[in-house]
Structure formats: C-alpha cells, structure tokens
C-alpha cells in the first residue's frame, strides 16, 4: 500500500482504502479493520482515516459497531438479493438511456473493455476480470447521461462487489459473463433501448440467481 502525499489526505485515503477492500487485498467480508494498522500503511494520522471510514460507511462498504470496531461489510444473502432487484431496475434503465445517446468513441470503449474482460478468463484472471467488469458497469452508467442513476449504480455496484469477493468463481462462469456483456453492447451499438434494457436485466437476474444459490 503506498503512502499519501500531504494534500487532500482524506480524499486520497478514501480512494487507496476504497481501492483496497474492493480488490480484496489484506481483508475479506466480514473481516475488522484494524484503523491504527491503516494509519501505519498509509503514513497519515488517523484523522484523514476515520474520514474516509465515515464516507466508506455511508456507501454502505464498511460497517461501524459501538464498542467492537469497524468490519469490512459481510456476505449477506438476503442484503444482496435486494440489491440485485435495485440494481436489474437502474441499470435496465441506464443500458437503454445509453442506446440513445452512445457515441463511437464510447461503444469503442464498450467494446475493448468486453475484449480486456475475455482475456483475463482464459487464465482466471479473476482480480483483473471483476475490475475490468466493474468499469464496464460504471461506462455504461455513465453513458446514461444520468449522473444521479450512475451514482447510485456504482453505490450498488460496490457493495454487491465488497460482499462477493470470491477466490473460486470459475473461469466458465465469466466467460458467460462476458458474453452477456458483449450482448449488451451489441443492443446498444444498434440503438434498440429495449433490448439493452432487457439484456441488461437478465444479465443481473443471472448473477443474482448464482449467488443466491451459494
């Protein structure tokens, strides 16, 4: 973990702490945060820590607990299953609002990042695939043009992702993910809103369906 620079800590903090759960480096869902051994990691008092705790909490990423400390959200099945029935909701409507407005430039974009997707299946790439796939996510929020839906997304997004870090999900399952992806680019490159919606939210009601039956 490398250390901040004495400008804008807390904001620097939020993102190398943010980057680091989500990445799964040091901890797993559920695990206590030790905010002593942060300051240490990331050579800043933790005053600059504890503010980016507070934002990570309200992000729903990080949990405080009077008197026990702070924990890395847990993998809750019911939690997540609620989540998804959000996120099949905003991101249907973000993949249609994208099939109106995408530009070349963004389905090149679209594309390469399916492609990038692809090439971290065949040797299991898993760290490389779920980052690649969460920018996906995040273009295709952003392509909305809806910076109130994108943001809620990518609040969703997070949390689905700190409470599904798992070492063994197959490569067979990501590369179907892939191929989901690529079909939701494909509808959007056309202009047809409907079927980005459609692919869109069958793609979430398939994730959803693997992870409840974890």
Known sequence: MKTLQKTNLAEQAYAV???MLLAGEHVQPGDKISVE????????????????????EAEGIIEVRPRQGVFFIGFNRERLMEIFVVREVLEGAAAR????RVTPAALAELR????????????????????????FHKLLADLS???????????LWAQTRAMCIRPDVKGAILDKRADE????VEAVAVGDGAAAEA????HIRRIAAEIHNL
Do not use: F
Not at 97 to 100: H, I, N, S, T, W
Not at 112 to 118: G, K, T
């Open 17 to 19: 702490i943010h980057e």
């Open 145 to 155: 043009g809806n910076a109130t839906m994108a943001g809620m997304i990518e609040r």
């Open 199 to 202: 692919e869109t939210r069958q």
């Open 37 to 56: 051994d942060l300051s240490r990691r990331l050579g800043v008092s933790r005053s600059p820590v504890w503010t980016a705790i507070a934002r990570l």
């Open 112 to 135: 390469q990042s399916v492609e990038r997707q692809r090439a971290a299946v065949a040797p299991e790439r898993q760290e490389i695939y779920a980052a690649e796939a969460t920018r």
């Open 181 to 184: 992806h690529a079909r939701i």
């Open 97 to 100: 609002l994208a099939a109106e």
